[in-house]
């Protein structure tokens, strides 16, 4: 902790960015830095995120950093720094169109919101980001588009599925 208390000194001096940490990674007006192994956020002030150092942060999207803590799992972060879902999720993907997917080991995949909510009822075996109002998800080995409303499409058709097996409830 010494050497983060001379992080802040140093950037509270002047000091620049590149010479205090030992990497720095800039996106969308935010700087991505390591030191001693660990990852914050400094914002344009170059005044950190918050008080966590994680274990990995990924670039930015709409809004929010993936985060890491290793043996705990993945979340995310807001421009503010605080966490935004309660469960720590096994992987994910950025935010596109809304919504991020998020898997867990036990239940699948799924998308959360900004809020950090759980979107659908139904957990996937596997997920791709939506991208112009579909996202293509497997579900009981099947592929199928997924409207953000819930309902599972044919792929080729993009007309909702009629069976009631596998439309969303």
Not at 10 to 16: E, H, I, R, S
Not at 64 to 92: A, M, Q, S
Not at 101 to 130: L, M, T
Request: net charge negative; charged share 30%; with cysteine.
């Amino acid at each position: 902790y010494d050497a983060l208390e001379a992080a802040k000194k140093q950037l509270a001096n002047g000091v620049p960015v590149d010479e205090v940490f030992d990497s720095v990674s800039r996106t969308n007006g935010y700087t991505i830095v390591r030191l001693l192994k660990r990852y914050n956020v400094l914002d344009k002030e170059n005044t950190f995120l918050c008080d966590t150092w994680y274990d990995y942060i990924y670039g930015f999207s709409e809004g929010f950093f993936p985060v890491c803590v290793k043996n705990k799992g993945v979340n995310f972060i807001n421009r503010d720094g605080e966490e935004l879902c309660d469960h720590w999720y096994d992987r994910f993907n950025f935010f596109t169109e809304g919504l991020a997917i998020v898997g867990d080991e036990d239940k699948g995949y799924n998308f959360i919101n900004y809020d950090g909510d759980v979107v659908f009822e139904r957990w996937f075996d596997y997920a791709y980001s939506f991208r112009n109002g579909f996202a293509e998800v497997k579900y009981k080995g099947k592929y199928y588009l997924l409207r953000k409303d819930g309902v599972l499409c044919d792929e080729k058709t993009q007309k909702p599925i009629e069976d009631g097996a596998t439309q969303m409830a």
